[in-house]
């Protein structure tokens, strides 16, 4: 049966997420006492049916709108060594791959978000910065296993131009991941994936021809570059689908600090795809120059 013959199913929310961990005193410390969330549920099982499955306990925290925490403890299993330290390391993005697994719980604004943080720094936690993500602000802290956990509410709510900007950045990237596999290769800068996605703007709206293109989807975390290139001489901004497109003749720059970005929505400064070549993408400026300068 095909997926077009499949009937329509609706999700209702995350129920629980689950991870392992080997420490369980200071889990249900941290989970129960210091974060303050009800431990409503545990199962013991003597394994689950293969002989390879240790015992364990399966014990679940409330975290809010009838979703759970949850956490395996394998008993007599041996924490790997690979985790050995995680708890110790700063609440920032060490790993890519090991902290790219965590879980982020809503609160209602601002005011929440800093009573968070006051609450975790009295307990001698280790809390980030506050780090604002385009259409989120979060703070970070790690658990007694190592696992980020994420603190975060909404700036804004998602909307038509976000779901389309995405579906057209994954068909960017599907396409630049295939074109690579053809020639043998990985794709590993996000330049090519702004570029394609650009070039699919640029079908899409007619557009050809050299020079400088900057696409930037029409949400307030991006307005800042629009504004800054509609009050220059430099460039010029016109408003099409979804999008304002900045265009220009030569080199253009921007400086991080004019446009008052975080550095989190700096990096991603030109998501919605970019025709040209950028010279520099540092933490406080960016050079774009004409790809046959």
């Given at each position: 049966?095909?997926?077009?013959?499949?009937?329509?199913?609706?999700?209702?929310?995350?129920?629980?997420?689950?991870?392992?961990?080997?420490?369980?005193?200071?889990?249900?410390?941290?989970?129960?006492?210091?974060?303050?969330?009800?431990?409503?549920?545990?199962?013991?099982?003597?394994?689950?049916?293969?002989?390879?499955?240790?015992?364990?306990?399966?014990?679940?925290?409330?975290?809010?709108?009838?979703?759970?925490?949850?956490?395996?403890?394998?008993?007599?299993?041996?924490?790997?060594?690979?985790?050995?330290?995680?708890a110790a390391m700063r609440p920032v993005p060490e790993d890519h791959v090991f902290d790219a697994t965590h879980t982020a719980w809503l609160v209602?604004?601002?005011?929440?978000?800093?009573?968070?943080?006051?609450?975790?720094?009295?307990?001698?936690?280790?809390?980030?910065?506050?780090?604002?993500?385009?259409?989120?602000?979060?703070?970070?802290?790690?658990?007694?296993?190592?696992?980020?956990?994420?603190?975060?509410?909404?700036?804004?709510?998602?909307?038509?131009?976000?779901?389309?900007?995405?579906?057209?950045?994954?068909?960017?990237?599907?396409?630049?991941?295939?074109?690579?596999?053809?020639?043998?290769?990985?794709?590993?800068?996000?330049?090519?994936?702004?570029?394609?996605?650009?070039?699919?703007?640029?079908?899409?709206?007619?557009?050809?021809?050299?020079?400088?293109?900057?696409?930037?989807?029409?949400?307030?975390?991006?307005?800042?570059?629009?504004?800054?290139?509609?009050?220059?001489?430099?460039?010029?901004?016109?408003?099409?689908?979804?999008?304002?497109?900045?265009?220009?003749?030569?080199?253009?720059?921007?400086?991080?600090?004019?446009?008052?970005?975080?550095?989190?929505?700096?990096?991603?400064?030109?998501?919605?795809?970019?025709?040209?070549?950028?010279?520099?993408?540092?933490?406080?400026?960016?050079?774009?120059?004409?790809?046959?300068?």
């Amino acid at each position: 049966m095909s997926a077009s013959n499949l009937p329509a199913l609706t999700l209702r929310g995350v129920d629980h997420t689950a991870r392992p961990t080997w420490k369980l005193r200071e889990t249900i410390d941290f989970y129960r006492d210091k974060l303050g969330l009800p431990l409503i549920h545990v199962i013991s099982a003597r394994g689950w049916g293969p002989a390879t499955h240790p015992d364990f306990l399966h014990f679940f925290f409330d975290s809010g709108n009838g979703s759970t925490i949850a956490f395996f403890y394998y008993l007599g299993s041996d924490q790997p060594a690979a985790l050995e330290g995680r708890a110790a390391m700063r609440p920032v993005p060490e790993d890519h791959v090991f902290d790219a697994t965590h879980t982020a719980w809503l609160v209602d604004s601002a005011e929440s978000l800093h009573a968070w943080k006051k609450r975790l720094e009295a307990q001698g936690l280790n809390v980030s910065t506050e780090t604002r993500h385009e259409v989120i602000e979060s703070i970070y802290v790690r658990d007694p296993n190592g696992y980020f956990v994420e603190f975060t509410h909404k700036l804004r709510p998602l909307e038509d131009v976000d779901a389309i900007d995405a579906a057209l950045t994954l068909q960017a990237a599907i396409e630049v991941e295939d074109a690579a596999a053809s020639a043998g290769r990985r794709v590993t800068a996000i330049d090519e994936i702004w570029a394609r996605k650009a070039a699919l703007l640029d079908r899409r709206d007619g557009r050809q021809g050299g020079g400088i293109r900057i696409y930037v989807p029409k949400v307030d975390e991006f307005a800042a570059i629009v504004k800054d290139a509609a009050a220059r001489g430099d460039c010029r901004v016109n408003s099409i689908e979804g999008y304002d497109r900045i265009e220009a003749s030569g080199p253009l720059e921007f400086q991080r600090e004019v446009l008052g970005l975080k550095p989190a929505v700096w990096y991603g400064l030109f998501t919605g795809g970019v025709h040209g070549r950028i010279e520099v993408l540092d933490r406080d400026r960016v050079v774009i120059a004409p790809l046959h300068a």
